[in-house]
């Protein structure tokens, strides 16, 4: 007994710090595992500081702060899951600053630090910041991850998250080409954003529709959309988004050169964005050139190239040495202008390369699409066939048990028909053989009648008389016809005399005949005739069965044997 009582307390030793570890606490309404105290806050800080477009001063004095608590922890397990956290803060911190490689590096961090079988939450919101930043991780790789976020997140009840990945879904597939489920991608972003409370993100994610709607041929309702944005109090917090709406616009309608000059306007002074200066100034060089505005050309030219060393982009940097060239040959200087387009023709390689590798991988991610797709119609083909044979066989079957209910039902008619028909005739038959026995009777009974007149008068011998009488006499009291009259009488009222005896087992013959003319309505003279006694003495055996078969106070004998002849009992 002892050893049993230890096996339980060790099982439960062992399982209970196991199944704590499927039940961690987590936040709300993000799904971060909870760390505790301080550091939670600030995870939850830094979630809204992102989606609302705080200050990037305020976003960096909380990711100063977690770093802080991170590196003070004491406990290894809690230092490692923190110190991964601070790295993802500060990399999408990074992101939005447009330092990729940065960015990535710090991810890639944060990931190797990272426990997946623990912490698979976390492990998602690294990998989608690192997917959205690569170029060499392939679409049907981001597409897969996009989707498992989403159902991963829905199973949390995390509608940020979700929103999140189906925000990312939506920019994947409008790369590859697929609008209109980008465009539902997008607009189920913004449900579940709103829903949580992020009233910002949904109209950031307008920028996003615009270029769908772009892509799509629909350049008017495109620009419709960016120019009402532009003074919208929820994208003034945040200067990159706005130098993109800027962009986007100028880009949609080349004359329009007032949205190149607030795209520049919100940068220039920026030292966090000047990586951009270059790309602005050239376009601003390029407009002005074909405007004929050769001064203004040359200059904005000129400032291009001292912004050149900050451009991170190939395709940044081929623009800027093209209207470079451009200003060289409109002072004239031709071999620095074809020094110029030869940089020029190299940049636009580098970028058509890593278009290229671009393409190929989001290519993929296309071809995963077409292959999901592919597979919900196959599924779907044999979900709908299968559900056809199902109703096939139900309607079949059904068909077969409705046969089946007609034919046991016109059995059942056809032998409760047959069962009336001989129901009917036994009825027949025995009234028939109750008038025959009442008629045999009557004569019987007259020609004893004038058998005594003619005695009385002397008409005939004693002898034959009484010879004569005694005849008639064993007539009267044989009735030959009482055995058939019984099984006729037990064919219309079946199980009427078993029930009767079962009620007075000792009671005679001539009760139960008496019975079974009461329950044929007989009246007391026709009883009193067949039974060949007098009417006193039908009245008589009527009183002693009642006695018998101890009806209570207020019933009567006719009702009662009614009652005991009705089919239920």
């Known amino acids: 007994m002892r050893t049993f009582i230890f096996g339980i307390l060790l099982v439960m030793a062992v399982a209970i710090p196991f199944s704590g570890c499927d039940r961690q606490r987590r936040l709300s309404p993000e799904r971060w595992v909870a760390v505790g105290g301080e550091f939670d806050s600030l995870t939850l800080r830094l979630e809204r500081q992102f989606n609302d477009y705080a200050p990037y001063d305020s976003i960096v004095m909380s990711i100063a702060g977690m770093e802080r608590l991170a590196s003070a922890e004491r406990d290894s397990v809690l230092r490692r899951l923190m110190t991964e956290r601070f790295l993802y803060w500060k990399a999408r911190y990074l992101s939005r600053l447009e330092y990729t490689d940065s960015s990535l590096t710090l991810a890639r961090e944060a990931?190797?630090?990272?426990?997946?079988?623990?912490?698979?939450?976390?492990?998602?919101?690294?990998?989608?910041?690192?997917?959205?930043?690569?170029?060499?991780?392939?679409?049907?790789?981001?597409?897969?991850?996009?989707?498992?976020?989403?159902?991963?997140?829905?199973k949390m009840d995390d509608r940020f998250c979700e929103a999140h990945f189906a925000t990312n879904l939506g920019n994947l597939l409008d790369l590859v080409g697929a609008h209109e489920q980008?465009?539902?991608?997008?607009?189920?972003?913004?449900?579940?954003?709103?829903?949580?409370?992020?009233?910002?993100?949904?109209?950031?994610?307008?920028?996003?529709?615009?270029?769908?709607?772009?892509?799509?041929?629909?350049?008017?309702?495109?620009?419709g959309i960016l120019r009402s944005l532009i003074r919208n109090p929820a994208l003034?917090?945040?200067?990159?988004?706005?130098?993109?709406?800027?962009?986007?616009?100028?880009?949609?309608?080349?004359?329009?050169?007032?949205y190149?000059?607030?795209?520049?306007?919100?940068?220039?002074?920026?030292?966090?964005?000047?990586?951009?200066?270059?790309?602005?100034?050239?376009?601003?060089?390029?407009?002005?050139?074909?405007?004929?505005?050769?001064?203004?050309?040359?200059?904005?030219?000129?400032?291009?190239?001292?912004?050149?060393?900050?451009?991170?982009?190939?395709?940044?940097?081929?623009?800027?040495?093209?209207?470079?060239?451009?200003?060289?040959?409109?002072?004239?200087?031709?071999d620095s202008a074809y020094e110029c387009r030869v940089r020029y023709e190299m940049y636009v390689d580098s970028a058509q390369m890593q278009r290229r590798g671009s393409?190929?991988?989001?290519?993929?991610?296309?071809?995963?699409?077409?292959?999901?797709?592919?597979?919900?119609?196959?599924?779907?083909?044999?979900?709908?066939?299968?559900?056809?044979?199902?109703a096939l066989l139900v309607v079949a079957a059904g068909i077969v048990v409705v046969l089946w209910q007609n034919r046991r039902h016109l059995r059942q008619k056809v032998k409760s028909m047959q069962s009336e028909l001989e129901l009917e005739k036994a009825k027949r038959k025995m009234a028939a053989t109750a008038l025959s026995m009442e008629e045999k009777d009557k004569v019987l009974g007259s020609i004893r009648t004038e058998l005594s007149e003619m005695r009385h008068d002397g008409d005939i011998k004693e002898g034959d008389a009484r010879r004569l009488e005694s005849t008639i006499r064993s007539h009267l009291l044989e009735h030959d016809n009482d055995e058939a009259f019984q099984q006729m009488f037990d064919v219309v009222n079946p199980g009427f005399t078993e029930r009767l005896r079962a009620r007075c087992p000792d009671l005679?013959?001539?009760?139960?005949?008496?019975?079974?003319?009461?329950?044929?309505?007989?009246?007391?003279?026709k009883i009193a005739r067949h039974m060949m006694i007098k009417l006193d003495s039908v009245r008589q055996a009527k009183w002693r069965l009642r006695q018998r078969l101890d009806i209570p106070e207020g019933h009567t004998l006719e009702s009662f044997l009614r009652h005991l002849n009705s089919p239920d009992l």
């Not at 492990?123 to 989608?128: G, M, P």
């Not at 005679?508 to 003279?525: G, H, N, Q, R, T």
């Open 236 to 258: 003034r917090g945040d200067t990159l988004v706005m130098n993109v709406l800027f962009n986007n616009l100028y880009l949609i309608d080349g004359n329009s050169v007032k």
């Open 260 to 334: 190149l000059h607030q795209a520049y306007d919100e940068i220039k002074d920026n030292p966090r964005f000047r990586f951009l200066r270059g790309l602005y100034l050239a376009q601003l060089a390029n407009h002005c050139y074909r405007t004929a505005k050769y001064d203004s050309c040359v200059y904005y030219a000129r400032k291009s190239y001292e912004a050149l060393p900050y451009a991170r982009e190939y395709g940044h940097k081929a623009i800027i040495w093209f209207n470079i060239s451009l200003a060289w040959i409109i002072e004239d200087r031709l």
């Open 359 to 390: 393409e190929v991988l989001r290519l993929s991610a296309l071809h995963e699409l077409g292959a999901r797709e592919e597979a919900y119609k196959a599924s779907t083909f044999r979900r709908n066939m299968v559900t056809a044979f199902v």
């Open 182 to 223: 980008a465009l539902h991608y997008f607009r189920l972003s913004d449900s579940l954003n709103e829903a949580v409370g992020y009233w910002k993100l949904p109209v950031k994610n307008r920028i996003n529709m615009a270029c769908v709607l772009e892509g799509m041929g629909q350049k008017e309702r495109s620009a």
């Open 111 to 154: 990931l190797a630090l990272n426990d997946s079988t623990r912490h698979k939450y976390d492990r998602l919101r690294i990998l989608s910041l690192i997917y959205i930043q690569s170029d060499t991780v392939d679409g049907a790789t981001q597409y897969r991850l996009y989707e498992e976020g989403m159902e991963y997140a829905r």
């Open 508 to 525: 005679a013959d001539s009760y139960v005949k008496l019975a079974c003319y009461m329950l044929m309505e007989l009246d007391s003279k």
